[in-house]
């Protein structure tokens, strides 16, 4: 099993761990009283090697990359939040262009596929059909939410990781996808890959695993929702995924 990838720039150092691919079943059961439709079919999607941030992108390693910070709760170990889909690809953009030296060769950083974020929530390829959060049937263990959160984010890492060492995938902010919104799984990939509207990208874009100030159904690994790329919000942050180039989607700016 190849090591974690520790990235270090200037200012910030960051891991991002080795998820090992397999297939899964993505998506809820017809039979899931919580489930909403958006969630269905249930499908098998399989899913190649890939490395992905043990956190969300913290307020730090935003501002080592951006100079700036735009979220509204201010704390170098919390999310970074008030970032758009569009935004974070400029962030991106700038990341990939500061490590093009240190990077695994033919490696590129992105936005994870939905695919790929629920595989990894679910624990990778021996645990998908485990729990209901992300490392737990119970929240409470492993995310922030309405009802713990005294309505803000938290830092990153407080509570337990999931099976593959994954913190906050349920709960804290969302997490913007490369996908294009649709509103269910009627046609979606099955090799892992985003799925993109052609020849023109939809209006939404996917974000995942709950927020801050939402209930607990809405913290589920197979919860899905949407915003247009522009919009940004204090629920709304994202996570980094480390890939060979052909895997999962080309990044546009490339």
């Known amino acids: 099993m190849p090591n974690p990838h520790i990235e270090t720039l200037p200012t910030h150092a960051f891991r991002l761990l080795f998820i090992e691919g397999g297939a899964f079943d993505m998506g809820s059961a017809d039979d899931d009283p919580e489930a909403f439709d958006s969630e269905k079919p249930r499908h098998r999607v399989t899913v190649p090697d890939f490395y992905m941030g043990e956190y969300p992108v913290t307020q730090a390693l935003w501002k080592a990359v951006m100079n700036e910070n735009l979220s509204n709760f201010e704390g170098d170990d919390r999310p970074a939040e008030n970032v758009s889909w569009n935004r974070a690809q400029d ?19 992105r936005l994870p596929t939905e695919a790929e974020w629920e595989y990894a929530a679910r624990g990778g390829k021996y645990h998908t059909d485990k729990y209901k959060y992300a490392g737990s049937d119970r929240l409470k263990d492993v995310g922030w939410f309405g009802e713990n959160s005294d309505l803000e984010t938290k830092p990153v890492g407080q509570k337990d990781a999931n099976q593959l060492g994954l913190y906050d995938m349920s709960g804290n902010v969302w997490e913007w996808c490369e996908d294009d919104w ?20 939809g209006t939404d874009r996917v974000n995942r695993g709950g927020g801050w100030i939402f209930p607990a159904r809405h913290c589920r690994v197979a919860i899905r929702d949407a915003g247009r790329p522009g919009l940004r ?18 990044p546009a700016f490339l």
């Open 91 to 109: 962030f991106i953009r700038r990341l990939n262009e500061a490590t093009k030296a240190t990077r695994p060769p033919g490696h590129l950083y």
């Open 182 to 201: 649709h509103d269910n799984y009627k046609g979606a990939p099955t090799d892992g890959s985003a799925w993109i509207d052609t020849p023109e990208r």
């Open 233 to 250: 919000d204090d629920n709304l942050g994202f996570r980094l995924v480390l890939a060979p180039q052909s895997v999962g989607r080309r």
